[in-house]
């Protein structure tokens, strides 16, 4: 037990400091892409800019609005983003002396979770804006996990395993590309959405709901629920790479990906979004998960 702790310490403070970089890399990021300089007034090209950010948010006062339930403004940041960090517990690192042999089921249960956090902020707030911002993001939510498990089975049952760390160490699986290429596309796209980033970031719509879910919230509060998305970005790159290429090696390019999107790519439609998730990708990652399903156990 005490081994275990010493090993998931390390992981959670080196995710929570390459979360506060990843909003520097974010920001540096669209600068380039929109032919400006970004940060660069905190030290040497703007290093100490997540530092600056953080000490800013945190010594700012958390309003909280009169008619709102002031225990649950509190609770529902701090449940996201506790829940944003147990999901490290599931990093599939080789070196570690436990391992998680049913961590994909951990993690669709966590995912799923963190679904009630969002809606619990929005409504605890008693702002109609914020409330529609997370009814929002509940629907987005429940729509494209269905999808979301269904794809994680199929990778479970191409690596024989739920365990993500043996499903990093079977790098031997030199057949499986001819397997995944047409599911990849399928979950890079849920991928996006469940991280509610561009071009599926309808919680956060500013231009028709003011931020969306969290406009009511300042300071420490505010700060838990923007470190736990960016927590949720981290680690669902790390997951994909480790599904697509059974490595972490393609964890930073897939980084990369969502930061050339949200440069790129306008906002999707809400009801082409839904209609997406409903109509396309549920058929379609049933389909491939009856179909490899049939044929590994034809082959066995």
């Given at each position: 037990m005490l081994i275990s702790i010493t090993q998931l310490l390390p992981?959670?403070?080196?995710?929570v400091i390459a979360m506060t970089f990843l909003t520097l890399l974010e920001r540096k990021s669209l600068a380039f892409m929109?032919?400006?300089?970004?940060?660069?007034?905190?030290?040497?090209?703007?290093?100490?800019?997540?530092?600056a950010d953080a000490l800013k948010l945190m010594t700012?006062?958390?309003?909280?609005?009169?008619?709102?339930?002031?225990?649950?403004?509190?609770?529902?940041?701090?449940?996201?983003?506790?829940?944003?960090?147990?999901?490290?517990?599931?990093?599939?690192a080789s070196h570690l002396v436990t391992h998680k042999s049913l961590g994909l089921l951990l993690l669709i249960c966590i995912l799923a979770t963190k679904s009630y956090s969002i809606i619990l902020a929005g409504w605890g707030t008693n702002s109609k804006y914020a409330l529609i911002g997370a009814m929002r993001i509940m629907a987005q939510s429940i729509s494209y996990e269905v999808p979301m498990i269904l794809t994680l089975i199929f990778f479970s049952i191409i690596s024989h395993t739920l365990d993500l760390t043996a499903m990093n160490e079977k790098s031997h699986l030199?057949?499986?590309?001819?397997?995944?290429?047409?599911?990849?596309?399928?979950?890079?796209?849920?991928?996006?959405?469940?991280?509610n980033r561009t071009p599926f970031d309808f919680s956060e719509g500013e231009s028709e709901l003011v931020s969306g879910f969290n406009v009511e919230y300042s300071g420490v509060?505010?700060?838990?629920l923007i470190m736990g998305e960016y927590l949720d970005i981290l680690f669902m790159?790390?997951?994909?790479?480790?599904?697509?290429?059974?490595s972490l090696g393609m964890s930073f390019p897939i980084i990369l990906l969502f930061l050339?999107?949200?440069?790129?790519a306008p906002r999707y439609r809400y009801d082409l979004m839904m209609y997406t998730a409903w109509k396309v990708l549920i058929p379609t990652t049933?389909?491939?998960?009856?179909?490899?399903?049939v044929v590994f156990f034809t082959l066995n």
């Amino acid at each position: 037990m005490l081994i275990s702790i010493t090993q998931l310490l390390p992981n959670l403070l080196l995710s929570v400091i390459a979360m506060t970089f990843l909003t520097l890399l974010e920001r540096k990021s669209l600068a380039f892409m929109q032919l400006r300089k970004g940060p660069n007034k905190s030290t040497m090209a703007g290093l100490t800019q997540p530092v600056a950010d953080a000490l800013k948010l945190m010594t700012k006062t958390m309003m909280t609005p009169k008619a709102s339930n002031t225990i649950m403004t509190f609770l529902a940041p701090m449940i996201s983003f506790t829940l944003s960090l147990t999901v490290w517990y599931l990093y599939p690192a080789s070196h570690l002396v436990t391992h998680k042999s049913l961590g994909l089921l951990l993690l669709i249960c966590i995912l799923a979770t963190k679904s009630y956090s969002i809606i619990l902020a929005g409504w605890g707030t008693n702002s109609k804006y914020a409330l529609i911002g997370a009814m929002r993001i509940m629907a987005q939510s429940i729509s494209y996990e269905v999808p979301m498990i269904l794809t994680l089975i199929f990778f479970s049952i191409i690596s024989h395993t739920l365990d993500l760390t043996a499903m990093n160490e079977k790098s031997h699986l030199t057949f499986k590309w001819s397997l995944i290429t047409p599911m990849t596309g399928v979950w890079l796209t849920i991928m996006l959405a469940e991280t509610n980033r561009t071009p599926f970031d309808f919680s956060e719509g500013e231009s028709e709901l003011v931020s969306g879910f969290n406009v009511e919230y300042s300071g420490v509060k505010f700060t838990a629920l923007i470190m736990g998305e960016y927590l949720d970005i981290l680690f669902m790159s790390i997951l994909s790479s480790v599904l697509l290429t059974n490595s972490l090696g393609m964890s930073f390019p897939i980084i990369l990906l969502f930061l050339l999107i949200r440069g790129s790519a306008p906002r999707y439609r809400y009801d082409l979004m839904m209609y997406t998730a409903w109509k396309v990708l549920i058929p379609t990652t049933l389909s491939f998960t009856l179909l490899i399903t049939v044929v590994f156990f034809t082959l066995n």
